[in-house]
């Protein structure tokens, strides 16, 4: 039978020369996650820095993840750097736009939920126009800074986490490794509650079955970058808990706003709005994945 690229993303390791399992697994996740603190804390102590400066700064610092990776698969478990979700660059335009596309409609419901419900509201500028225009340039590059940071958590999350519990704890080992991981990263969030938590356990799983399903990361990095971009550099919301300095748009909370709509502190990831669109499309993503490898064994 012929390996499709689900079964190739899912059994990766099975390519390594020297496999990593889930215990050194987990822990070559924490330290490449340590090394984003690490080069961030290195970073804001840039003399003269700005808020803006640093925002720029904390994004960057999450390259050192693609590099380490990179090495620890070269060098340690001697497999491609593909392997990890990057084998079908022919289906990545499509993942890509279907991932970009998802996100941006479900955060535009939000927020027009939230709006027209009286929980938030659109800011205008001194002139009276909605958009402001002179930050379309920090708009774009925070597009490409976005892409940096969420592309290095889902290389962790959804790529080699699950990929290195998989072999050994099958899909439930692999999906709540995973899950945890990605909801202790966000732990120390200004403003997370339950809400906000079944929000990062929601999106951790619906990520991991997409991966699965398309066996890649193409489609799960661009949905996860379109959507902390769309909160933070589009509508102004800020993204688990970190405010945004600089968007196109302001959406703030109105002075009675119910934080169950608007998400308060954490941002409308924290809202029951979102909470209900991430349990229906991880359902929907989960039945997919299933009907999949059904299909597969059948």
């Known amino acids: 039978m012929t390996e499709t690229p689900r079964d190739s993303f899912a059994g990766a390791m099975r390519e390594a020369q020297r496999p990593t399992g889930p215990l050194v697994g987990s822990i070559v996740a924490i330290v490449l996650f340590a090394s984003v603190m690490a080069t961030s804390i290195l970073l804001a102590i840039i003399p003269g820095i700005t808020t803006l400066g640093l925002t720029i700064v904390s994004a960057l610092a999450f390259l050192p993840v693609w590099i380490l990776l990179w090495v620890w698969l070269r060098f340690k478990e001697r497999r491609p750097f593909p392997s990890i979700g990057f084998r079908t660059p022919s289906r990545a335009p499509l993942q890509i736009a279907r991932g970009a596309a998802i996100a941006l409609g479900a955060m535009a419901l939000a927020v027009a939920v939230a709006v027209l419900t009286g929980n938030m509201e659109f800011l205008q500028t001194e002139d009276g126009a909605y958009a402001y225009w002179p930050a379309i340039g920090w708009v774009i590059f925070a597009l490409v800074a976005f892409s940096i940071q969420s592309g290095a958590e889902e290389l962790i999350s959804r790529g080699y986490l699950i990929q290195s519990w998989m072999p050994r704890a099958g899909i439930l080992g692999a999906m709540i490794a995973q899950s945890v991981f ?117």
Do not use: C
């Open 182 to 298: 990605f909801t202790l990263a966000h732990s120390l969030n200004t403003g997370l509650n339950i809400m906000s938590v079944f929000s990062l356990v929601l999106v951790s799983l619906l990520l991991g079955f997409w991966a699965l399903s398309e066996g890649a990361l193409w489609g799960v990095i661009a949905f996860h970058a379109t959507w902390n971009w769309a909160q933070n550099s589009l509508f102004g919301i800020p993204v688990s808990g970190i405010p945004a300095e600089n968007s196109l748009y302001a959406v703030v909370e109105t002075t009675d706003a119910n934080p169950l709509v608007s998400g308060g502190l954490f941002g409308l990831e924290a809202s029951v709005t979102t909470v209900v669109m991430l349990a229906i499309m991880t359902a929907v993503t989960a039945v997919f994945w299933a009907r999949g490898r059904n299909n597969r064994e059948g």
